[in-house]
């Protein structure tokens, strides 16, 4: 199985601030990775496919970078509807997907 | 607009079984593969299943291999779950998700979710 490791897996941040997330593969996995956002109580919500690409509806302050093993979710300027737990997923292994452990963005 | 909604969770002994249900609507259902996605009380996700368009085709996480079985009507537009032999550690939000494809592969739609505990 291909292994996924977020860090940090918490952080605080303020409002307009910019974050990162990263997310790491034990093993290549070209671009096959995906961004989700879930915020408490309810379903994730795809932000990113294929590292890079942004699902139709998401704001531009999201964007996603990487290839290989390592990728980066990045919010421009984090908004109060940011702040949730955001999770990475592998496609490269399709059928036998994987998610990292989360990284929850909390309020400063 | 997509909606996917499941059913059929709830409190359970170890060792019993529970059938769960999600009913799709908004986009044709027979050409998307379709999963199972659980997420323990205050873990992280975890992906359970997948079923195929016809349903000839099915993949199941280690954890839950030889207990579960995915199964789709493509008739009715639903996609099920049969779960045997439940554990504790089986405890948890079980989410449906269509599968999209294209630029690699993505749960582009999940439905609320529906609970399973399993205790005794």
């Known amino acids: 199985d291909i292994q996924m490791t977020q860090s940090p897996s918490s952080l605080s941040a303020s409002v307009g601030d910019r974050v990162t997330i990263t997310c790491r593969a034990s093993h290549s996995i070209s671009s096959y990775l995906n961004w989700y956002q879930q915020k408490p109580g309810e379903a994730p919500k795809l932000l990113i496919y294929a590292a890079s690409s942004l699902q139709s509806g998401v704001p531009s302050r999201f964007s996603g970078s990487g290839s290989g093993t390592d990728f980066t979710l990045t919010i421009s300027s984090l908004q109060h509807e940011d702040f949730a737990t955001y999770y990475c997923?592998?496609?490269?292994?399709?059928?036998?997907?994987?998610f990292g452990q989360g990284t929850k963005v909390e309020i400063k | 607009e997509v909606q996917l909604v499941e059913s059929g969770g709830g409190l359970v002994q170890p060792g019993a079984s529970l059938r769960l249900s999600c009913a799709a609507s908004?986009?044709?259902?027979?050409?998307?593969?379709m999963s199972w996605v659980r997420q323990a009380p205050g873990k992280g996700l975890e992906w359970v299943s997948t079923i195929t368009t016809s349903g000839g085709s099915t993949y199941y996480a280690d954890s839950v291999k030889g207990r579960f079985t995915i199964s789709r009507d493509n008739s009715k537009n639903m996609v099920y779950l049969q779960m045997s032999s439940l554990r504790a550690e089986d405890t948890a939000v079980y989410y449906c998700a269509k599968e999209n494809f294209g630029s690699g592969r993505n749960f582009d739609y999940w439905g609320q979710g529906t609970l399973v505990t399993v205790s005794s």
């Open positions: 908004g986009f044709t259902f027979n050409i998307y593969a």
């Open positions: 997923q592998q496609s490269y292994s399709a059928r036998a997907w994987t």
